[in-house]
């Protein structure tokens, strides 16, 4: 059963424009959240996280807003830009059998259209 | 430079060939893992070592066979494995077992053949 859930594989957005990536979780246990970008041929680099005690954290362009009892959170790209054309993966973490596990969704390929 | 590296970048076996995959980081981190990312799947934890001890073996089928040397290596032994074993294998490491960040190599491209 898969426990964080990202439900668009793909979407395509307009340079300049806000690209909203979402992510849903099962497990209330989860405590910390993030989010990794991965090219093509390359490893997943980590982008941006979230404690369970905020409900946004801003990064320049990025945002991750966290909505707790709705076990939802996405990650917001403002504006949008061609580079950003990636698949994002989002991340959850939280004790597991005694030990903290990092689960990850299957990810959502973003492209970023000039 | 991501400080994970992963070698060989692309590998190509028979179901009866003995290949080992390996990972390197110089950052200073204690753990180190090993994912395996499927067409169209989750990234799936496979092992877990913490300060060279293995921590975690997610329920991986023994033909993978994880070694961890020294805190900066992490090798995978593959041998007699399944078309269905192609996958792209990440490593990662972070400073603590996985209260950190984790920094993920660019990964080895595995086809089982």
């Known amino acids: 059963d898969q426990q964080v859930k990202q439900n668009s594989p793909s979407l395509s957005v307009q340079e300049g424009r806000i690209s909203i990536l979402n992510c849903d979780y099962t497990n209330s246990m989860f405590d910390y959240f993030l989010w990794y970008k991965k090219y093509p041929a390359e490893g997943p680099t980590f982008l941006i996280s979230?404690?369970?005690?905020?409900d946004k954290n801003e990064d320049g362009r990025f945002t991750v807003f966290l909505n707790k009892s709705a076990k939802h959170l996405s990650l917001h790209i403002v504006p949008s830009q061609p580079g950003d054309s990636a698949v994002y993966f989002c991340a959850a973490m939280g004790p597991q059998g005694g030990s903290e596990k990092l689960v990850f969704g299957k990810g959502t390929k973003l492209t970023v259209n000039p | 430079e991501t400080g994970v590296t992963q070698t060989p970048r692309h590998l190509v076996m028979g179901m009866t060939n003995k290949k080992s995959l390996k990972c390197e980081q110089h950052?200073?981190?204690?753990?180190m893992y090993w994912y395996k990312q499927s067409a169209k799947k989750p990234l799936e934890l496979m092992f877990v070592y913490n300060f060279k001890e293995q921590t975690e073996n997610n329920s991986v089928p023994s033909r993978f066979s994880p070694e961890c040397p020294n805190s900066s290596h992490l090798f995978l032994h593959l041998h007699t494995l399944q078309p269905e074993d192609s996958a792209l294998y990440l490593c990662?490491?972070?400073?603590?077992?996985?209260?950190?960040?984790?920094?993920f190599g660019q990964g080895t491209r595995l086809t089982v053949v």
């Open positions: 979230i404690s369970s005690i905020k």
């Open positions: 990662a490491s972070s400073q603590d077992i996985l209260n950190t960040e984790a920094f």
């Open positions: 950052l200073g981190h204690n753990a």
